[in-house]
């Protein structure tokens, strides 16, 4: 099977998505949602009950996906887990040769949610990074797994002094790629990688940028306002709000956004999100001129 770490080593521009996990999901839906993308990523990111939304584990998902054919990204989060349950699910994943990892911190649970779940954080991010590299050189390990570790990141203007600390310390924690949160301004995006190129960390990891399929002015400031880090200008909205077809103007975004992604020097991929139909995923893919092979 394909995997995300070989297209990421082999390719210019990789493609990914995430998955729609909800309480409701179970293996037949997961299989569906496999069909729908198989053909047209890289890698599907699941995740693990980001923002407090519950659904299956992140390892049963992962397992199912990478059982229809395609490559998991499967997100871990500090706030869930101490780390022996952390570190479980670590070597459950390698006993499943699932080889993609997305490390990350968690959000905070949003308000309202009762009973009240307690965050854990038992390990910081760089810390689990740290971990799961580790294994990978773990002599008392009868195989060793071989996993390609990634984590997030916040796009934002950088003065010109500002020297990435803890990106690097993700960076020699073990990390090969960053995903960035939803991120649909583009000047600011190249601002940022400007100064990533700058400080020579293109070098050692690979940067995809994460947009979505907007289907109208709501649902561009529901991203804005539900979804911690996620960086949407005010010119987007607008232009949904002007559009005689919002549906059609969001999917039209999405593809001219990738078109100058591929322009963005250090950028090595997206991370593309659909908000309410994953079918159009492999659509704007197609439209992008991205198809995978």
């Known amino acids: ?93 390698a006993a499943l040769d699932i ?3 997305l490390l990350v911190r968690g959000n905070r649970v949003p308000e309202g949610m009762e009973p009240r779940p307690k965050a854990v954080f038992d390990m910081s991010a760089a810390e689990l990074i740290a971990t799961a590299a580790e294994l990978k050189n773990d002599t008392h390990l009868l195989t060793p797994p071989e996993f390609f570790i990634g984590g997030l990141i916040t796009p934002h203007v950088p003065k010109p002094d500002w020297v990435p600390r803890k990106l690097t310390e993700k960076t020699d924690a073990g990390a090969g790629f960053m995903l960035t949160y939803p991120c649909m301004d583009m000047t600011l995006l190249a601002q940022y990688m400007r100064q990533i190129v700058s400080n020579k960390l293109t070098h050692r990891l690979s940067f995809i940028a994460t947009i979505a399929i907007l289907t109208s002015a709501d649902d561009a400031m529901w991203l804005r306002d539900s979804r911690p880090n996620a960086v949407m200008p005010d010119s987007i909205v607008e232009r949904l709000e002007a559009a005689p077809d919002p549906v059609g103007e969001g999917f039209n975004i999405c593809v001219e956004q990738i078109r100058e ?13 659909a908000t309410t139909d994953l079918a159009q995923i492999p659509k704007v893919i197609d439209a992008a001129g991205l198809r995978q092979g």
Do not use: W, Y
Not at 261 to 273: A, E, T, W, Y
């Open 1 to 93: 099977m394909a995997t995300f770490r070989n297209a990421i080593r082999n390719k210019d521009f990789v493609v990914t998505t995430e998955c729609f996990l909800k309480p409701e999901t179970d293996a037949n839906a997961l299989q569906i949602q496999a069909e729908v993308l198989r053909e047209s990523v890289d890698g599907v990111i699941v995740t693990d009950n980001q923002h407090g939304r519950l659904h299956m584990s992140s390892l049963a998902a992962a397992s199912l996906m990478r059982t229809h054919g395609v490559d998991p990204i499967m997100q871990l989060s500090c706030r869930n887990r101490n780390r022996i349950a952390l570190l479980a699910d670590l070597f459950g994943a």
């Open 99 to 101: 080889t993609s990892l």
């Open 261 to 273: 992604l591929q322009g963005i020097p250090g950028v090595s991929g997206v991370n593309i999100m």
